[in-house]
Structures are given as structure tokens and as C-alpha cells.
């Protein structure tokens, strides 16, 4: 059974998704763990779940690193298989990817490599683009840069805002990333070789 620590910042939607499918009978996977940057709403997820929670508050350190070192500490004391960042505003430190690299995998708004970053699903709009996607990927030291694990098309519709078509993509992620843990967890897919690298990522 695959352990699994899950990271967020916000409302937690994808989390419940990956909670709800790790409910059913079968799955492969378990989230242990869920901890955040702030007191993020999405925390409320776990307590239905009986899962336990920490927050590593981010404005309560005065460095990235220093919010980073706690971060670490709290990781390696559950101890899980698999760290999924599911809606983290908050590039990780240079430490916690060394130290868990590739065991972290991210859910990214946008069909990376296009429009990488905090805001993948704004930037889809102001480019004009009548598609966008969903990706999952390996997190490495870059902003977006790691492998691609699962990505696919979503539609942007005329009259799209932000909140309408982050919504319409926000399905489509869960469903990549349930996919992908239920993967990794049968060994299907071998995060030390995923199948298809980024094309942006940064060579050896
Ligand atoms: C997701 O689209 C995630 O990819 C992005 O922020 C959103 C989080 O949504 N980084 P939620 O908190 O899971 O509802």
C-alpha cells in the first residue's frame, strides 16, 4: 500500500477527489498525511477523513529555507512513499526536492510546457489560446520543469474567465492525478524513469 503525504494551500477540491478515491476498496494507495502552508480551508478534507494535518505557516519563517527545514521535518516524520503537491502556491525549497526527489509529483493547471507557473490558468486566457490542459508531473528543481507524468487537453470556451475554465480543467487534473498515484502505486509507472521527460527540462 503506497503511502502518500499531500500538500495544499487552498480549498483542497483535488485533495478531496484523491481522498474520495482512496476510500474506494481496492485502491492502492493511502493519504497518511496533510499539511499545508497556512490554515488552508482544504485541511477540512483530511478532518472528514480522519486523516491527521499539520501547517508549516509560511509567514511565520523568515526564510524559504527556514519554512523549508520544518517542512522537512514534518515530511520525514510520517515518513510517506509519495508527496503530491495538489494545489501548493509555494515553490518548494532546493532541500525538500533533494531530500524527496523523485518521490513528489505536482498537479499543474495548464498542458505544460505551456504556461509553467502560479498562474497557468490566467496566462492560458491572456495568450489567447483556444486550448489549455492539465498536466502531472515529477517536481525537480525548476518551476514546472520535471517530467510529465499525465497531461491532456481541456477546451477554453469563449466567455471563459479565470474561475470558468480553472474549473473546467480542475476535473480533468483529478482525474490525471488518481490515475497517476493508482500508477505509481502498481508500479506502472517508475518515477527513478518516467516514460515521456519534459522537453523543457533542464539536460543532465
Ligand atoms: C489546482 O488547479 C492546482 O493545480 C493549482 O491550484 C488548484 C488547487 O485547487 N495549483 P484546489 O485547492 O485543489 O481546489
Excluded at 477527489?17 to 480551508?41: H, K, M, Q, T, Y
Aim: glycine share 8%.
Amino acid at each position: 500500500m503506497l503511502t502518500v503525504a499531500v500538500l495544499i494551500s487552498g480549498g483542497g477540491s483535488n485533495l478531496r477527489a484523491l481522498l474520495d478515491a482512496a476510500a474506494e476498496p481496492g485502491f492502492p494507495a493511502r493519504v497518511v498525511v496533510v499539511g499545508a502552508d497556512r490554515a488552508a480551508d482544504g485541511l477540512a478534507h483530511a478532518d472528514a477523513f480522519n486523516i491527521p494535518t499539520f501547517a508549516v505557516p509560511f509567514r511565520e519563517y523568515a526564510t524559504r529555507e527556514e519554512w523549508g527545514d520544518e517542512l522537512l521535518r514534518q515530511l520525514e516524520a510520517w515518513a510517506p512513499d509519495l508527496i503530491v503537491l495538489s494545489g501548493l502556491m509555494r515553490l518548494l525549497p532546493a532541500a525538500v526536492v533533494d531530500a524527496w526527489a523523485p518521490c513528489i509529483i505536482n498537479t499543474h493547471p495548464a498542458y505544460l510546457p505551456e504556461f509553467p507557473g502560479a498562474h497557468g490558468v490566467r496566462d492560458a486566457l491572456a495568450a489567447g489560446t483556444d486550448r489549455t490542459g492539465a498536466s502531472v508531473i515529477v517536481v525537480d528543481a525548476g518551476v514546472d520543469t520535471g517530467p510529465i507524468l499525465a497531461q491532456e487537453r481541456v477546451p477554453v470556451l469563449p466567455g471563459d474567465d479565470e474561475t470558468t475554465l480553472h474549473e473546467r480543467i480542475k476535473p480533468v487534473e483529478r482525474r490525471l492525478l488518481i490515475d497517476v498515484v493508482r500508477r505509481i502505486a502498481t508500479g506502472d509507472i517508475d518515477l527513478a524513469a518516467p516514460a515521456s521527460p519534459n522537453p523543457t527540462a533542464p539536460t543532465a
